[in-house]
């Protein structure tokens, strides 16, 4: 069985052992568990980061990096052939503020490529596996991030959510990840998939970890023109009595899993027991949402990757003129989905096509994202599985696009509203967990987490390792 | 309404991103059906703004003062192809 | 004069103007001066394109573009954005440039110029912010180079794009109108139009109303008068030949004055423009009446005020407003004390000739020289010429000074004494001449005039000397009469 590490643990270890030890001990297991969850390990300077660390809130606790976040001196790929051997000579802004807390970086995590996937299959470094069931996938896009904590590899992880990036892979690996309000953390140095989309996301084995891992991480940013002035209290627990949650019917639809909306219908009820009260809701636009976000991430996605063309860096082909060499190295660098997205996103922005697609999917975010304003007049969290289903086999859908888009159901609408979700551990199916997704007002990240607390504190799911019985 | 090779053909050349024969035909095989999807959007109806943001922020700019900028070394660092400071590129035409 | 334009040319141009009076770039902290600094020495990772890096608008560049907008008679938007312009090129690091669209900053303006007949309204279509790619270098020229080296120093510079509606009518007038917009820019202040690549033209003409070709990379002035009139010709050979004019992007390649046609299938452009998701569009209906109050005076209204206030010729006020360091030269020297008819005539006529015979500009000429030369000039103590010959001096030698030209060449006027002894030399020294004279040949006076004029090196008043030449040959008369 394998153990696990909370902040509160590790700090306890480090107070014996020295943070010189609690690097090794990641670096061990992350080779015995060798699920792949990383693409580049940074152990020789996490060790003198570790010998280093003398303050902040996070001395000496190590913490694991999605690979498209860009880290100073240590290569940065996005899991991309396009990317490999590329080293920013930059700090992303999270990664500044971990440092000025004591964090101690131990490696950059695997994921689908460019974030594009919900299963970590289209990594150019190989898929990662799901530690409860090696056969299965992690969840993506930051499925190597969700691997590492639930292996027991690291008590931290940074990933990042354009369409459920963070929220799935929790969901799938039994551990805590929220997708802060868009515009709560600043995304500068994460390189982009979709800009109006995606945030950082903190995750972690605790509620009470990822609250704190948020709170370093968050906050205004003056290089992210996007970034907001907020402040936020994550001081848990908080009374539920009272607390008025929403429970959005259409979250519960074709294709679900009726184990996985049996155990999210009992962990409502558990809120009930804490004093909540529930209705259920209906989001009329929820069924298009799906189309809108992948329409919208698309388009953004093919002017975003439009600057790997081989010449200032990453992956390059030597081929005749400019632009027949910019369009080799492209060929050469970006995996199957990445170019089929590229395309489907030119597509969409292309002449004549503009307002049918891109346009048109705009109009349909300002439906769901009043959608969720209506709600949230009424309800103070609304509560949702995070995945329709569990994790499912390495190989399953990966040939099949469309129905690995589908499994995104019910993380995309958060992302195109832009307010904050955060999925714990709720349940099993087949020894696999089951994610809830609690999903919060703008900027109401407090009263997610809270909530989130409070649920875990009342139940047993988090204490569950794999391997375990 | 579906699209074709030639359609794939123009966007690949949009996108920069090299296909072969064998690859336009595979690509126009998988996107049809993912457009076919995008398109239950037309069923929506009532016209709103468009949401390009989700958030209502105006007016986030800098004042005008210099900040730290990269060595000529550190430009350079991550590329391929290097003369004389410039970057080398293939040529134009 | 009626300009008949007969071969129906129309011309309409896209300036683009860097705001490189501003000291960093459009979306990032990099600094601007980079001209003389080694290649990819002012980058950063926004500006070169790094993955993950975001833009930050630089609030002094909307400033400055709303200035522009505003002395180009333009609305200003109360409502504007940035978009992404979507295409490849190596000079384009992010594989887009952030330009503007929809809702550009300034639109529908217009300014009034000097055209073939009379004065000619150019519309200003719309001006907007984006930022500069890259320079490319080509080894030798761009359609034999071997490959092509890039330097981002010039990314992300903030470029104001002015676009006009296709009024001008003759290369000339085209010129007059990029004059004229330089002159406008100088005294906003927001640009020094003089460093290399500060105002690049891309000129759209066509003729006997048919396509019309884009012709880009103009980059000098003198070279948009050349490139369109090269366009000009080639474009009435190709219909002369009964063929049609394409429409097409052609490249000025200004070593050989022509214009080539750039082959690619970069010319089936779908920009695929979309709002910028980095930025937040901008809300400014406050600014403009706020700039507007902080707005300089502009040549025109210049121009007018020179001849109202100092009573100074409309030509003379004309050249002095045409760059805005010669106005002020003149002021300043009007306002230690010089006089207005002298400095007018001295600055616009004399000193500017001189300089632009040097290709030098009014900083290489001291106010205190030239109030120094004014006043020798009113007191009457030197003549014109000698005062060119001072100006000349002090141009061309190093460490001179006014006082010292004068007392070295000898340029005080000689009067009195001298001058009437040198007169009563050249009488008795030209016996061929005063005959001549005295036979009623008018013109040997002026012969002798000019020996005194000679001996006296120009130091004498001539028209002095011309009486005392007539008062000397009488008393001579009068002495052998005796």
């Avoid at chain 1, 990641?26 to 699920?35: G, H, L, V």
């Avoid at chain 1, 499925?143 to 904590?149: E, T, V, W």
């Avoid at chain 1, 200032?312 to 080799?328: D, I, M, P, Q, V």
């Avoid at chain 3, 089936?268 to 937040?280: N, S, T």
């Amino acid at each position: 069985m394998m153990t696990w590490q909370s902040i509160e643990e590790t700090k306890r270890f480090i107070e014996t052992d020295g943070a010189a030890e609690a690097v090794h001990r990641c670096a061990e297991r992350i080779k015995q568990n060798d699920f792949n969850s990383f693409i580049t390990l940074n152990i020789k300077d996490a060790l003198s980061m570790a010998e280093h660390a003398s303050g902040g809130r996070l001395c000496g606790v190590p913490i694991a990096i999605k690979d498209n976040i860009s880290t100073r001196g240590i290569q940065t790929t996005c899991a991309s052939k396009i990317l490999t051997g590329y080293i920013p000579p930059y700090n992303a802004t999270v990664i500044e503020r971990l440092k000025r807390e004591g964090a101690v970086i131990i490696g950059k995590t695997n994921m689908d490529e460019f974030a594009m996937g919900t299963s970590t299959e289209t990594s150019y470094y190989g898929a990662v596996e799901n530690p409860w069931n090696v056969g299965c996938v992690p969840g993506g896009s930051s499925g190597g991030s969700a691997a590492a904590l639930a292996g027991g590899e690291v008590p931290l992880a940074l990933g990042s959510d354009t369409g459920g990036s963070v929220r799935c892979p929790a969901s799938f690996c039994g551990v805590v990840g929220l997708k802060p309000t868009y515009g709560a953390v600043s995304r500068y140095g994460l390189i982009s998939y979709a800009n109006s989309l995606e945030q950082i996301g903190p995750m972690a084995t605790t509620v009470a970890d990822a609250a704190l891992l948020f709170n370093v991480v968050a906050g205004y940013d003056n290089r992210d023109s996007t970034s907001v002035k907020k402040q936020f209290d994550t001081t848990l627990p908080l009374d539920m009595k009272g607390m008025k949650i929403g429970v959005p019917e259409e979250y519960f639809g074709e294709g679900m899993s009726s184990i996985v909306e049996k155990v999210v219908w009992d962990a409502v009820h558990s809120f009930e027991d804490l004093g909540a009260e529930y209705k259920e809701v209906s989001m009329p636009h929820t069924k298009y949402s799906l189309a809108a976000y992948y329409i919208i991430a698309m388009s953004e996605a093919s002017s975003n990757l439009a600057r790997f063309d081989g010449l200032r860096y990453g992956h390059h082909a030597e081929e005749g003129a400019c632009h027949t060499s910019f369009s080799k190295t492209r060929a050469e660098g970006f995996g199957d989905e990445v170019k089929r997205r590229i395309l489907l996103g030119s597509y969409a922005l292309s002449a004549g096509y503009h307002d049918k697609y891109y346009l048109k999917a705009l109009k349909v975010r300002t439906m769901v994202k009043k959608d969720f304003e209506a709600a949230f007049k009424m309800y103070d969290m609304l509560l949702a599985p995070t995945m329709p289903y569990p994790a499912f086999k390495l190989g399953e859908k990966i040939k099949d696009p469309l129905s690995l888009y589908l499994t995104d159901v019910n993380t995309v609408p958060i992302n195109l509203a832009g307010v904050p979700a955060v999925s714990v551990p709720c349940g099993f199916e087949n020894k696999l967990p089951i994610g809830l997704q609690l999903i919060g007002n703008f900027f109401d990240e407090t009263t997610i987490l809270q909530a989130a607390h409070n649920f875990e504190n009342s139940t047993d799911f988090h204490n569950r390792r794999p391997g375990g019985e | 309404m579906m699209i074709t090779t030639n359609d794939i053909e123009h966007i690949s050349w949009l996108a920069h991103i090299w296909l072969t024969d064998s690859e336009l035909e595979e690509y126009s095989e998988k996107i049809n059906p993912i457009l076919e999807y995008f398109g239950t959007l037309d069923e929506v109806e009532g016209d709103v703004d468009a949401a390009h943001h989700v958030l209502d922020l105006y007016n986030v700019w800098r004042d005008d003062v210099p900040s730290e900028m990269l060595s000529q070394e550190e430009a350079l660092s991550n590329a391929k192809e290097i003369k004389d400071g410039y970057f080398k590129a293939a040529r134009i035409l | 004069m009626v300009y008949e334009n007969k071969d129906q040319v129309k011309i309409g141009l896209e300036i683009h103007i860097q705001l490189n009076k501003l000291n960093t770039k459009m979306f990032c902290g990099c600094r601007t001066g980079y001209h003389s600094d080694e290649p990819n020495t002012h980058t950063c990772p926004i500006c070169l394109g790094l993955p993950g890096a975001l833009p930050v608008v630089n609030k002094k560049a909307v400033e400055c573009a709303i200035k522009v907008g505003l002395a180009l008679n333009c609305k200003i938007s109360e409502y504007t954005q940035f978009y992404r312009k979507n295409y490849y090129y190596p000079d384009l690091p992010k594989g887009f440039q952030i330009t503007q669209y929809d809702y550009p900053i300034a639109h529908d303006g217009s300014i009034i110029i000097e055209g073939e007949d009379g004065e000619r309204c150019v519309r200003i279509n719309r001006a907007h912010m984006e930022e500069d790619p890259g320079r490319l270098v080509h080894e030798g020229s761009i359609e034999h180079s071997r490959y092509t080296l890039v330097d981002y120093n010039r990314s992300g510079i903030a470029l104001l794009e002015v676009v006009t509606e296709p009024d001008l009518q003759s290369p000339k007038e085209a010129r007059r109108f990029l004059d004229k917009l330089r002159n406008i820019i100088e005294y906003l202040d927001v640009s020094d139009v003089n460093l290399e690549g500060a105002v690049r033209v891309d000129a759209n003409i066509s003729i006997m109303g048919g396509q019309r070709s884009e012709t880009k990379n103009i980059s000098s002035h003198k070279a948009s008068e050349k490139a369109l009139l090269y366009e000009i010709v080639r474009q009435k050979n190709v219909l002369r030949r009964g063929k049609t004019v394409v429409q097409e992007t052609r490249h000025f390649d200004e070593a050989r004055e022509i214009t080539v046609s750039l082959r690619t299938k970069e010319e089936a452009h779908d920009y695929r423009y979309f709002p910028e998701p980095d930025l937040a569009p901008l809300q400014i209906a406050d600014l403009a009446p706020m700039i507007k109050e902080t707005l300089p005076e502009l040549p025109d209204a210049q121009r007018g005020r020179f001849i109202a206030q100092y009573s100074i010729q409309e030509e003379h006020a004309k050249t002095l407003t045409a760059e805005l360091k010669l106005a002020t030269f003149f002021e300043e020297v009007l306002f230690k004390g010089a006089n207005v008819m002298l400095a007018s005539t001295w600055i616009a006529d004399m000193l500017k000739g001189e300089l632009n015979y040097r290709g030098k500009t009014i900083d290489s000429f001291s106010k205190t020289d030239l109030l120094e030369i004014l006043s020798l000039l009113e007191k009457n103590k030197i003549t014109e010429k000698s005062g060119i010959e001072i100006v000349r001096t002090l141009l061309d030698t190093q460490n001179q000074s006014v006082s010292r030209i004068v007392k070295g060449k000898g340029l005080l006027r000689i009067e009195g004494d001298e001058v009437t002894e040198t007169v009563k030399q050249a009488v008795e020294g030209n016996k061929d001449a005063v005959a001549d004279y005295k036979n009623g040949k008018n013109e040997a006076l002026n012969f002798i005039v000019g020996v005194v004029m000679k001996k006296t090196r120009g130091r004498a008043d001539p028209k002095k000397v011309r009486e005392l030449i007539i008062q000397q040959l009488h008393t001579t008369q009068a002495e052998s009469n005796s």
